[in-house]
């Protein structure tokens, strides 16, 4: 993240969530869709409007319960191509 912030492709701004106090980091670019499939933006979708509205303990908490990082050994790499297979299953149902 550093070094988009020194290639100034983003920036982070400070938001207060009640007691605490968090970073979002804000993309200086538009978006580009054309880099996903409409499989993909799908899920991006479901997961926005999922997780919207939760904070980072409950987003924590929810992450501990999917597959990938149940299937995960203890300090193993997460795989995300597993969590993102079963996420375009259930979409697809």
């Not at 054309?34 to 997780?51: N, P, R, T």
């Not at 999917?66 to 193993?76: H, Q, S, T, V």
Request: a negative charge; hydrophobic letters at 45%; glycine letters at 6%.
């Amino acid at each position: 993240m550093a070094a988009l912030r020194i290639e100034e492709r983003l920036y982070v701004e400070e938001v207060i969530f009640g007691d605490f106090v968090g970073e979002n980091c804000v993309s200086r670019q538009g978006q580009n869709f054309a880099l996903f499939s409409d499989s993909e933006i799908k899920v991006l979708a479901e997961v926005k409007g999922h997780l919207n509205g939760k904070s980072a303990r409950q987003i924590s908490q929810l992450s501990h319960m999917e597959i990938g990082y149940l299937a995960a050994k203890a300090r193993d790499f997460i795989c995300y191509e597993l969590m993102l297979r079963t996420a375009l299953l259930k979409c697809d149902n």
